[in-house]
């Protein structure tokens, strides 16, 4: 089969209300990926580096839980609930993403807050809420995608699901490795080459070495960055496609302000380092 082969799948068959609710869906999606990406390049959401004390965004939470319930309840209870109860495609294609996306969302929503050393316990419900919304819109369209499209029977070996495959896998390692890393940078038994002893364990911010980090500032976003763009290739959809935008929309102006605030916190810090993408960005 060649690449762009047409398209590899019917949608919502026989039902055109479906098609087009889920066209106006992708296009407000579309719409407040255009609106974050100027929000935050002017000012980057106040948390974790940029938490900003004098922003008023409600009362604080426990972090932990923040981030369960901003990612957890829409990437894992939501998505999985549109999967098995709105949508009624079962084949391959189907499980197969459901698992991809679950492999994320499971560790982002659920694992990741449980075992990251954050500075602060507590965030503000709204930083909460901005992350719960957003996501509840893209993981009701993707979950609502995945669940009803009907893939040709031949399509496992199609280029497409090849490649988005691999790219999300990539995507992935990077993501999880780099996270880690983060991670232990405040490990009591980490890496103690960069900074004394006397602070490791600390909830400090110290500079990242390493792999990736020798590239680029945030290779986190930019692993995540090739999943999503991965599975939007895999699913052929445009699900996928406004859910890629809304996370560019976040990491390119994100990565860009970490950057300058290593570089204004950290005078040694590697010239030649990226902000989000090696080389480029
Ligand atoms: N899909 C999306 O739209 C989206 C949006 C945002 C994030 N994410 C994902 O969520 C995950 C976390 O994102 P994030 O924005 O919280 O990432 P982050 O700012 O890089 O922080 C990740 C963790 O590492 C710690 N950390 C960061 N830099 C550090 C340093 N120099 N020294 C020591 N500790 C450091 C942070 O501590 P503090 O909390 O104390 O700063 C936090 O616990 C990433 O995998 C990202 O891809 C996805």
Redesign the pocket.
């Known amino acids: 089969m060649a690449l762009f082969d047409g398209i590899p799948y019917r949608l919502y068959a026989g039902s055109e209300t479906r098609f087009i609710v889920h066209l106006a869906l992708c296009g407000l999606g579309f719409l407040l990926a255009v609106i974050t990406f100027v929000v935050q390049v002017i000012s980057p959401a106040p ?3 940029h ?1 900003n004390k004098e922003a008023k965004w409600g009362p604080p939470i426990p ?1 932990r839980l923040g981030h369960m319930l901003s ?1 957890a309840l829409p990437g894992v209870v939501l998505f999985v609930l549109v999967f098995f109860f709105y949508g009624y495609q079962r084949g391959y294609a189907n499980y197969t993403f459901l698992a991809l996306f679950l492999a994320h969302y499971v560790q ?1 929503g659920i694992v ?1 807050p449980l075992m ?5 316990a507590v965030v503000p419900l709204g930083i909460t809420l901005g ?1 719960f919304g ?2 509840c819109l893209y993981h009701f369209i993707n979950a609502d995608f995945i669940g009803s499209a009907d893939y040709d029977d031949n399509f496992y070996y199609d280029p497409r699901f090849i490649l988005g495959i691999l790219l999300f896998v990539a995507g992935y390692i990077i ?1 999880r490795w ?2 880690w890393k ?2 232990s ?2 490990n009591i038994k980490g890496d103690s080459s960069h900074f004394p002893e006397e602070e490791q364990g600390s ?6 070495y390493g792999g990736m980090f020798e590239l680029v500032t ?1 290779p ?2 930019f ?2 960055l090739v999943e ?1 763009l991965g599975w939007t290739i895999a699913t052929w959809s445009l699900a996928g496609l406004v859910w890629t935008l ?2 560019a929309a ?2 390119i102006p ?1 990565s860009r302000h ?1 950057h300058a605030w ?1 570089k204004q916190q950290f005078e040694m810090y590697p010239p030649n380092r990226k902000a989000l993408i090696p080389c480029l960005l």
Do not use: V
């Open positions: 948390y974790g580096k938490e972090q990612d982002r990741h990251m050393r954050y500075r602060n992350g957003p996501n993501n780099a996270d983060l991670r940078l405040r909830t400090g911010y110290y500079i990242p945030c986190n976003y692993g995540e999503w809304f996370s976040t990491f994100r970490n290593y």
